[in-house]
């Protein structure tokens, strides 16, 4: 996977999650046309780069969006 995409799928998904921040993995994943396991790789990668975090339990938690998607003026 290039890093283009990789950053393109990263900003779909930090989209996806400002618009719907109680969205579950099976939900991105039918969304982006991906499996889960690729949603919780890059949910794992938006985490460690201190872009995303999720608040509450794992069923009733919602996902928190800490950087703002550049150039999201376009």
Do not use: C, D, H, Q
Request: hydrophobic share 35%; aromatic share 2%.
């Amino acid at each position: 996977m290039s890093g283009e995409m990789s950053g393109e799928m990263s900003g779909e998904i930090l989209k996806i999650i400002k618009g719907n921040s109680k969205i579950t993995i099976p939900e991105l994943a039918v969304n982006l046309g991906v499996t889960g396991r690729t949603i919780e790789r890059y949910l794992e990668k938006l985490k460690k780069e201190n872009k995303l975090e999720r608040v509450g339990s794992t069923k009733a938690g919602l996902w928190k969006v800490i950087e703002e998607i550049k150039n999201e003026k376009n």
